[in-house]
């Protein structure tokens, strides 16, 4: 159903074929598009605005006990054939279970979340923004999701050091990745928003995925 106002506004982007990159490129126009109607005027501001996480997202508590949490995580380093077994059973969360059992990897997802940051505020900035494939509409939520756990697993983790730098830089990446899912002009997945859910099944479907994906 549409909700009964809508918003809408008009710019006109003027310019020449001077203008025109190769396809490959970000296009001029994306940077007019970004700053306009899109988060590349207050992404900076998402990144740097100061965060309280609940004490639980340390212990990466939550979906179960702290308790719990760290028996996998003693797990994982002792035993290779639970590793596997956590990865067959969702390999989405790869980054986690690597940083958990391989200290080369748990620096490299460490150095990778850190320049994501700033990569996410370059891509709303002048990039592809809101139609960038990996972070558009419930994709984006998702890998949103994975990154958040991935940090928070990070935490979790005891033997993994972090810097003062790296941690704040951390909390501000999954803040900033928090205020881009419920901002709508990212993708208006809230009830009041009034955007249609489609009337195929899976159209429907995705926008109430994106919705379960924001409150997770």
């Not at 074929?17 to 001029?28: E, G, K, L, S, Y």
């Not at 059973?89 to 990778?112: L, P, Q």
């Not at 994975?146 to 999954?174: N, P």
Request: glycine fraction near 4%.
């Amino acid at each position: 159903m549409w909700f009964p106002h809508k918003r809408y506004e008009w710019n006109i982007f003027i310019s020449n074929t001077d203008d025109v990159r190769d396809p490959t490129q970000d296009q001029p126009i994306m940077k007019e598009l970004n700053m306009r109607s899109s988060l590349g005027s207050t992404i900076r501001q998402k990144s740097e605005k100061k965060i309280l996480l609940n004490p639980s997202f340390y212990q990466c508590a939550i979906f179960m006990p702290a308790a719990e949490v760290q028996e996998m995580i003693r797990r994982t380093k002792a035993d290779y054939s639970y590793y596997t077994h956590l990865m067959q059973m969702d390999g989405s969360y790869r980054s986690i279970w690597d940083a958990w059992r391989f200290k080369d990897s748990a620096r490299a997802i460490i150095d990778r979340l850190v320049a994501t940051r700033e990569d996410l505020v370059k891509n709303y900035e002048t990039g592809d923004g809101t139609f960038q494939l990996n972070t558009r509409y419930w994709y984006g939520v998702r890998n949103f999701k994975i990154m958040t756990m991935t940090v928070a697993g990070l935490f979790a983790d005891r033997s993994i050091l972090l810097t003062a730098k790296e941690r704040t830089s951390l909390e501000q990446l999954v803040g900033m990745l928090a205020r881009i899912v419920w901002d709508d002009n990212n993708v208006p997945i809230i009830d009041s928003a009034g955007v249609n859910m489609g009337r195929l099944i899976w159209c429907s479907n995705t926008k109430i995925q994106g919705v379960i994906f924001s409150l997770c």
